[in-house]
Protein backbone atom coordinates (compact mmCIF):
# COMPACT_ATOMS: atom_id res chain seq x y z
CA UNK A 1 0.00 0.00 0.00
CA UNK A 2 2.00 3.24 -1.28
CA UNK A 3 1.97 6.22 0.86
CA UNK A 4 1.59 9.51 -2.43
CA UNK A 5 2.03 12.75 -1.38
CA UNK A 6 0.06 15.86 -3.25
CA UNK A 7 2.89 15.47 -6.38
CA UNK A 8 1.41 11.51 -5.90
CA UNK A 9 5.14 10.77 -5.10
CA UNK A 10 5.49 6.87 -3.54
CA UNK A 11 6.70 7.31 -0.44
CA UNK A 12 9.69 4.58 0.91
CA UNK A 13 11.20 4.14 4.08
CA UNK A 14 14.44 4.53 3.63
CA UNK A 15 14.45 7.00 0.63
CA UNK A 16 18.14 6.75 0.23
CA UNK A 17 17.81 2.68 -0.26
CA UNK A 18 17.27 1.27 -3.45
CA UNK A 19 15.23 -2.21 -1.66
CA UNK A 20 13.36 0.29 0.85
CA UNK A 21 9.61 -0.91 0.95
CA UNK A 22 6.65 1.55 0.58
CA UNK A 23 5.28 3.45 3.10
CA UNK A 24 2.02 2.81 3.87
CA UNK A 25 -0.61 5.49 4.28
CA UNK A 26 -1.51 6.70 7.89
CA UNK A 27 -4.67 6.10 9.48
CA UNK A 28 -7.06 9.42 9.70
CA UNK A 29 -7.00 7.39 13.39
CA UNK A 30 -3.39 8.07 13.57
CA UNK A 31 -3.59 10.05 17.08
CA UNK A 32 -6.30 8.40 18.34
CA UNK A 33 -4.50 4.54 17.51
CA UNK A 34 -1.04 6.66 19.47
CA UNK A 35 -3.36 7.42 22.58
CA UNK A 36 -5.15 4.06 22.48
CA UNK A 37 -2.29 2.13 22.80
CA UNK A 38 -0.04 4.21 25.04
CA UNK A 39 -3.07 3.45 27.59
CA UNK A 40 -3.20 0.09 26.98
CA UNK A 41 0.74 0.01 27.50
CA UNK A 42 0.30 1.96 30.72
CA UNK A 43 -2.50 0.12 31.72
CA UNK A 44 -0.96 -3.21 31.23
CA UNK A 45 1.90 -1.76 33.33
CA UNK A 46 0.14 -0.56 36.49
CA UNK A 47 -1.95 -3.28 36.74
CA UNK A 48 0.68 -5.91 36.83
CA UNK A 49 3.10 -3.96 38.80
CA UNK A 50 0.15 -3.85 41.47
CA UNK A 51 0.34 -7.55 41.44
CA UNK A 52 4.24 -7.42 41.72
CA UNK A 53 4.29 -5.13 44.76
CA UNK A 54 1.48 -7.13 46.49
CA UNK A 55 2.97 -10.28 46.48
CA UNK A 56 6.59 -8.93 46.85
CA UNK A 57 6.00 -6.96 49.90
CA UNK A 58 2.73 -8.94 52.14
CA UNK A 59 4.46 -11.66 53.62
CA UNK A 60 1.43 -13.46 53.87
CA UNK A 61 1.06 -13.62 50.48
CA UNK A 62 4.80 -15.19 50.02
CA UNK A 63 3.59 -19.07 48.87
CA UNK A 64 4.20 -21.18 45.94
CA UNK A 65 1.05 -20.55 44.20
CA UNK A 66 1.37 -16.39 44.65
CA UNK A 67 5.41 -17.08 43.44
CA UNK A 68 3.31 -18.29 40.17
CA UNK A 69 1.10 -15.50 40.09
CA UNK A 70 4.37 -13.23 40.92
CA UNK A 71 5.92 -14.69 37.51
CA UNK A 72 3.19 -14.35 35.26
CA UNK A 73 2.87 -10.52 36.70
CA UNK A 74 6.62 -9.85 35.44
CA UNK A 75 5.87 -11.51 32.41
CA UNK A 76 2.82 -9.39 31.77
CA UNK A 77 4.35 -6.54 32.73
CA UNK A 78 7.43 -6.58 30.22
CA UNK A 79 4.64 -7.27 27.48
CA UNK A 80 3.20 -3.91 28.41
CA UNK A 81 6.52 -2.36 28.60
CA UNK A 82 8.38 -3.70 25.79
CA UNK A 83 6.48 -5.52 23.30
CA UNK A 84 2.84 -3.03 23.22
CA UNK A 85 4.70 0.06 22.52
CA UNK A 86 7.02 -1.52 19.87
CA UNK A 87 4.02 -3.27 18.24
CA UNK A 88 1.93 -0.21 18.13
CA UNK A 89 5.18 2.04 16.53
CA UNK A 90 5.25 -1.13 14.13
CA UNK A 91 2.09 -1.26 13.13
CA UNK A 92 1.29 2.47 13.31
CA UNK A 93 4.09 3.75 11.31
CA UNK A 94 3.94 0.60 8.98
CA UNK A 95 7.99 0.79 8.66
CA UNK A 96 10.56 -0.79 10.63
CA UNK A 97 13.00 1.79 11.44
CA UNK A 98 15.51 0.14 14.00
CA UNK A 99 17.39 -2.59 11.90
CA UNK A 100 17.51 -6.27 11.71
CA UNK A 101 19.16 -6.54 14.63
CA UNK A 102 17.08 -5.03 16.99
CA UNK A 103 14.45 -6.91 14.90
CA UNK A 104 15.20 -9.97 15.53
CA UNK A 105 15.79 -8.63 19.40
CA UNK A 106 12.37 -7.85 19.34
CA UNK A 107 11.12 -11.35 18.27
CA UNK A 108 13.50 -13.02 20.81
CA UNK A 109 11.78 -10.84 23.48
CA UNK A 110 7.93 -11.18 22.60
CA UNK A 111 8.72 -14.91 22.22
CA UNK A 112 11.07 -15.43 25.45
CA UNK A 113 7.37 -13.52 27.29
CA UNK A 114 4.81 -15.24 25.65
CA UNK A 115 6.18 -18.60 25.89
CA UNK A 116 7.18 -17.87 29.65
CA UNK A 117 3.71 -16.90 30.11
CA UNK A 118 2.45 -20.69 29.33
CA UNK A 119 5.21 -22.14 31.34
CA UNK A 120 3.66 -20.35 34.34
CA UNK A 121 0.32 -21.37 33.16
CA UNK A 122 1.30 -25.28 33.25
CA UNK A 123 2.91 -24.74 36.40
CA UNK A 124 -0.12 -23.37 37.97
CA UNK A 125 -2.25 -25.91 36.50
CA UNK A 126 0.11 -28.54 38.22
CA UNK A 127 0.53 -26.73 41.40
CA UNK A 128 -3.53 -26.74 41.72
CA UNK A 129 -3.98 -30.62 40.75
CA UNK A 130 -1.62 -31.39 43.83
CA UNK A 131 -3.68 -28.97 45.85
CA UNK A 132 -6.91 -29.92 45.19
CA UNK A 133 -6.42 -33.92 44.00
CA UNK A 134 -3.58 -34.59 47.08
CA UNK A 135 -4.35 -32.24 49.46
CA UNK A 136 -2.28 -33.93 52.13
CA UNK A 137 0.90 -34.04 50.23
CA UNK A 138 0.68 -30.55 49.07
CA UNK A 139 3.28 -28.98 51.71
CA UNK A 140 5.91 -31.66 51.21
CA UNK A 141 5.87 -31.65 47.09
CA UNK A 142 5.44 -28.01 46.39
CA UNK A 143 7.62 -26.40 48.21
CA UNK A 144 9.22 -22.52 47.56
CA UNK A 145 12.44 -24.03 47.00
CA UNK A 146 11.24 -26.33 44.32
CA UNK A 147 8.56 -24.08 42.59
CA UNK A 148 11.23 -20.97 42.62
CA UNK A 149 13.56 -23.48 40.51
CA UNK A 150 10.57 -24.58 38.79
CA UNK A 151 9.75 -20.74 37.77
CA UNK A 152 13.89 -20.22 36.79
CA UNK A 153 13.75 -23.60 34.53
CA UNK A 154 10.30 -22.07 32.88
CA UNK A 155 12.36 -18.77 31.73
CA UNK A 156 15.46 -19.87 30.63
CA UNK A 157 13.62 -22.55 29.03
CA UNK A 158 11.54 -19.67 27.06
CA UNK A 159 14.75 -17.90 27.04
CA UNK A 160 17.01 -21.03 24.83
CA UNK A 161 14.14 -21.74 22.51
CA UNK A 162 13.33 -18.45 21.34
CA UNK A 163 16.44 -17.53 21.21
CA UNK A 164 17.12 -20.82 18.72
CA UNK A 165 14.37 -19.88 16.87
CA UNK A 166 15.86 -16.49 16.25
CA UNK A 167 18.90 -17.61 15.32
CA UNK A 168 17.62 -20.43 12.89
CA UNK A 169 15.58 -17.47 10.85
CA UNK A 170 16.70 -17.43 7.34
CA UNK A 171 17.06 -13.96 5.35
CA UNK A 172 14.53 -13.59 2.87
CA UNK A 173 15.95 -12.83 -0.43
CA UNK A 174 12.59 -11.17 -1.59
CA UNK A 175 12.27 -9.11 1.76
CA UNK A 176 12.91 -5.39 1.52
CA UNK A 177 14.66 -2.82 4.01
CA UNK A 178 12.24 -1.92 6.56
CA UNK A 179 10.10 -4.68 7.10
CA UNK A 180 10.35 -6.67 10.36
CA UNK A 181 8.36 -10.33 10.08
CA UNK A 182 9.17 -13.39 10.97
CA UNK A 183 9.01 -16.38 8.41
CA UNK A 184 9.68 -19.40 10.12
CA UNK A 185 10.50 -22.96 7.77
CA UNK A 186 7.77 -25.67 7.89
CA UNK A 187 10.33 -27.72 10.26
CA UNK A 188 10.15 -24.95 13.05
CA UNK A 189 6.32 -24.20 12.58
CA UNK A 190 5.99 -28.20 13.42
CA UNK A 191 8.60 -27.81 16.31
CA UNK A 192 6.91 -24.58 17.43
CA UNK A 193 3.04 -25.69 17.41
CA UNK A 194 4.23 -28.64 19.26
CA UNK A 195 6.77 -27.00 22.16
CA UNK A 196 4.47 -23.82 22.22
CA UNK A 197 0.86 -25.11 21.43
CA UNK A 198 0.23 -28.57 21.80
CA UNK A 199 2.05 -30.20 24.42
CA UNK A 200 1.61 -27.35 26.99
CA UNK A 201 -2.19 -26.92 26.34
CA UNK A 202 -2.61 -30.79 26.16
CA UNK A 203 -1.28 -30.73 30.24
CA UNK A 204 -3.16 -27.76 31.18
CA UNK A 205 -6.35 -29.04 29.81
CA UNK A 206 -6.26 -32.59 31.00
CA UNK A 207 -4.98 -31.30 34.74
CA UNK A 208 -7.99 -28.97 35.11
CA UNK A 209 -10.46 -31.58 33.83
CA UNK A 210 -8.98 -33.64 36.66
CA UNK A 211 -8.85 -30.76 39.13
CA UNK A 212 -12.58 -30.21 38.13
CA UNK A 213 -14.04 -33.68 38.32
CA UNK A 214 -11.93 -34.70 41.80
CA UNK A 215 -13.50 -31.29 43.13
CA UNK A 216 -16.66 -32.42 42.21
CA UNK A 217 -16.34 -35.89 43.94
CA UNK A 218 -14.89 -34.34 47.07
CA UNK A 219 -18.12 -32.37 47.27
CA UNK A 220 -20.29 -35.24 46.50
CA UNK A 221 -18.68 -37.63 49.47
CA UNK A 222 -18.54 -34.35 52.51
CA UNK A 223 -22.07 -33.99 51.56
CA UNK A 224 -23.14 -37.53 52.06
CA UNK A 225 -20.48 -38.60 54.92
CA UNK A 226 -20.62 -35.56 57.13
CA UNK A 227 -23.15 -33.58 59.30
CA UNK A 228 -24.04 -29.62 58.57
CA UNK A 229 -21.65 -28.71 61.36
CA UNK A 230 -18.66 -30.59 60.53
CA UNK A 231 -18.89 -28.97 57.00
CA UNK A 232 -18.65 -25.87 58.06
CA UNK A 233 -16.15 -26.66 60.28
CA UNK A 234 -14.05 -28.88 58.41
CA UNK A 235 -13.96 -27.79 54.93
CA UNK A 236 -12.98 -24.42 55.05
CA UNK A 237 -9.86 -25.46 53.69
CA UNK A 238 -10.66 -27.36 50.69
CA UNK A 239 -13.29 -24.92 49.49
CA UNK A 240 -10.63 -22.08 49.45
CA UNK A 241 -8.44 -24.47 47.41
CA UNK A 242 -11.23 -25.49 44.91
CA UNK A 243 -11.87 -21.54 44.49
CA UNK A 244 -8.34 -21.17 44.06
CA UNK A 245 -8.32 -23.78 41.12
CA UNK A 246 -11.60 -21.76 39.75
CA UNK A 247 -9.99 -18.42 39.71
CA UNK A 248 -6.77 -19.88 37.85
CA UNK A 249 -9.06 -21.61 35.65
CA UNK A 250 -11.00 -19.20 34.47
CA UNK A 251 -7.44 -17.22 33.66
CA UNK A 252 -6.14 -20.04 31.97
CA UNK A 253 -9.18 -20.72 30.15
CA UNK A 254 -9.14 -16.69 28.30
CA UNK A 255 -5.50 -17.55 28.19
CA UNK A 256 -5.66 -20.35 25.65
CA UNK A 257 -9.04 -18.30 24.13
CA UNK A 258 -6.30 -16.05 23.21
CA UNK A 259 -4.12 -18.47 21.98
CA UNK A 260 -5.99 -21.14 20.03
CA UNK A 261 -6.88 -19.08 16.78
CA UNK A 262 -3.75 -17.97 16.69
CA UNK A 263 -1.88 -20.78 16.45
CA UNK A 264 -4.83 -22.36 14.42
CA UNK A 265 -4.51 -19.10 11.33
CA UNK A 266 -0.59 -19.42 12.04
CA UNK A 267 -0.54 -22.73 10.87
CA UNK A 268 -1.55 -22.20 7.22
CA UNK A 269 0.71 -19.96 4.96
CA UNK A 270 1.03 -16.98 5.67
CA UNK A 271 -0.30 -15.51 2.33
CA UNK A 272 -3.41 -16.74 3.24
CA UNK A 273 -4.26 -14.47 6.28
CA UNK A 274 -5.38 -11.18 6.12
CA UNK A 275 -2.73 -8.42 7.74
CA UNK A 276 -5.88 -7.05 9.90
CA UNK A 277 -6.73 -10.60 10.98
CA UNK A 278 -3.11 -11.49 12.15
CA UNK A 279 -2.90 -8.03 14.06
CA UNK A 280 -6.12 -8.57 15.77
CA UNK A 281 -5.09 -11.88 17.22
CA UNK A 282 -1.29 -10.70 17.60
CA UNK A 283 -3.34 -7.63 19.95
CA UNK A 284 -5.54 -10.25 21.21
CA UNK A 285 -2.57 -12.01 22.92
CA UNK A 286 -0.92 -8.73 24.05
CA UNK A 287 -4.55 -7.78 25.77
CA UNK A 288 -4.44 -11.11 27.94
CA UNK A 289 -1.78 -9.56 30.00
CA UNK A 290 -4.13 -6.23 30.98
CA UNK A 291 -6.86 -8.77 32.11
CA UNK A 292 -4.91 -11.07 34.56
CA UNK A 293 -5.14 -8.33 37.18
CA UNK A 294 -8.29 -7.87 36.63
CA UNK A 295 -9.31 -11.36 37.26
CA UNK A 296 -7.62 -10.97 40.24
CA UNK A 297 -9.05 -7.91 41.37
CA UNK A 298 -12.86 -9.68 40.75
CA UNK A 299 -12.00 -13.31 42.23
CA UNK A 300 -9.40 -11.97 45.08
CA UNK A 301 -10.10 -10.05 48.21
CA UNK A 302 -6.53 -10.22 49.08
CA UNK A 303 -6.06 -8.35 46.65
CA UNK A 304 -8.07 -5.84 46.35
CA UNK A 305 -7.28 -5.07 50.27
CA UNK A 306 -3.62 -4.75 48.86
CA UNK A 307 -4.21 -2.37 46.59
CA UNK A 308 -6.21 -0.35 48.94
CA UNK A 309 -2.73 -0.15 50.99
CA UNK A 310 -0.23 0.97 48.03
CA UNK A 311 -2.60 3.22 46.69
CA UNK A 312 -3.32 4.90 50.30
CA UNK A 313 0.93 4.44 51.00
CA UNK A 314 0.28 2.62 53.99
CA UNK A 315 2.85 -0.26 52.41
CA UNK A 316 5.20 2.48 53.84
CA UNK A 317 4.81 2.25 57.29
CA UNK A 318 6.94 0.26 59.43
CA UNK A 319 5.55 -3.25 60.07
CA UNK A 320 3.05 -3.30 57.09
CA UNK A 321 4.31 -6.29 55.26
CA UNK A 322 3.13 -8.06 58.31
CA UNK A 323 -0.76 -7.37 58.47
CA UNK A 324 -2.56 -10.18 58.07
CA UNK A 325 -3.64 -9.36 54.32
CA UNK A 326 -6.52 -12.30 54.90
CA UNK A 327 -8.47 -10.75 57.62
CA UNK A 328 -12.48 -11.34 57.40
CA UNK A 329 -11.59 -12.64 54.37
CA UNK A 330 -10.97 -16.36 52.70
CA UNK A 331 -8.64 -16.97 49.59
Not at 231 to 243: D, N, Y
Not at 273 to 290: D, E, F, G, K, R
Request: proline share 3%; with cysteine; net charge positive.
Amino acid sequence: MAYETEEHETQYCFPAINSSCIKGKHSSYYHFMYMFFSLLSGGTVFLNLLVIVSISHFKKLHNPTNLLILSLAVADLLVGLIVMPIEAIKLIETCWYFGDTLCRLFMLTMGMLLTTSLSNLVLIAVDRYVAVCHPLQYTQKITMTRMLTSVCLGWLFSSAYNFAIVINIPHRIDACYGECNIMLTFEWRVIDLIISFLFPCTIIITLHLRIFYVAHQQVKVINSLMTEKCIMEGTVKRKSERKAALTLGIIVAIHLLCWIPYYILTLTESIAIAPTILYCLIWVLYVNSCLNPLIYALFYPWFRKSVKHILTFRIFKPASSRINIFTNHHI
